[in-house]
Antibody, heavy 125, light 110 residues
Framework: QLQLQESGPGLVKPSETLSLTCTVS??????????WGWIRQPPGKGLEWIGS???????YYNPSLKSRVTISVDTSKNQFSLKLNSVTAADTTVYYC?????????????????WGQGTLVTVSS | QSALTQPASVSGSPGQSITISCTGT?????????VSWYQQHPGKAPKLMIY???KWPSGVSNRFSGSKSGNTASLTISGLQAEDEADYFC??????????FGGGTKLTVL
């Protein structure tokens, strides 16, 4: 059974860089049928897609966050990572990683499943 | 890329049916049959309930059903049960390999 687990600091200072890693177990991150995504959720609010990455390195970002976000993949470790720079209090949210189905012919994205348990990152001095 | 619009809250009594709407644009919901729905209980990760507008993942009750008309997708839950009380989010492919979520709807089972 595929599982994803987020890891990283739970506290980041304003203006610094938030770094998280998602470790995939029970399956290969190089599976050609899937992208791997990051999603965030401010406490008590809705979900926001941050970006997605394919094992080959193709990356797609939410336009509203694109200038501050970097997503990368390490197939040797079966991990993918998120970096968000110049963080502010508005970036205090729960961050989730998830597997995202890739449609074979078009490459379009479909559904997210499974999800990691999520990790709360607080931006504060 | 704007969030899809969902009602903030809906409610229903056990055994009843409720419908949650999810309104997007011709650039997302209206253009692709790639709408999915997620259930989220407090403190838990979202769970996939419906994909490709109206398909069920393995293990999801057929009391949950989805549909779409124009730029609006809908999730209907029939035979409401206490365990259905949760937040529900819609999600759509939005072109150029991007994704957009709805703001979420809190379902209260009275």
């Amino acid at each position: 059974q595929l599982q994803l687990q987020e890891s990283g600091p739970g506290l980041v200072k304003p203006s610094e860089t938030l770094s998280l890693t998602c470790t995939v177990s029970g399956g290969s991150i190089s599976n050609t049928s899937y992208y791997w995504g990051w999603i965030r959720q401010p406490p008590g609010k809705g979900l926001e897609w941050i970006g997605s990455i394919y094992y080959s390195g193709s990356i797609y970002y939410n336009p509203s966050l694109k200038s501050r976000v970097t997503i990368s993949v390490d197939t040797s470790k079966n991990q993918f990572s998120l970096k968000l720079n110049s963080v502010t209090a508005a970036d205090t949210t729960v961050y989730y990683c998830a597997r995202l189905l890739r449609l074979k012919n078009s490459g379009r994205t479909n559904w997210f499943d499974p999800w990691g348990q999520g990790t709360l990152v607080t931006v504060s001095s | 890329q704007s969030a899809l619009t969902q009602p903030a809250s809906v409610s229903g009594s056990p055994g009843q049916s409720i419908t949650i709407s999810c309104t997007g644009t011709s650039s997302d919901v209206g253009s692709y049959n790639l709408v999915s729905w997620y259930q989220q209980h407090p403190g838990k990760a979202p769970k996939l309930m419906i994909y490709e507008v109206n398909k069920w993942p393995s293990g999801v009750s057929n009391r949950f059903s989805g549909s779409k008309s124009g730029n609006t997708a809908s999730l209907t839950i029939s035979g409401l049960q206490a365990e259905d009380e949760a937040d529900y989010f819609c999600c759509s492919y939005a072109g150029s390999y991007t994704v957009v979520f709805g703001g979420g709807t809190k379902l209260t089972v009275l």
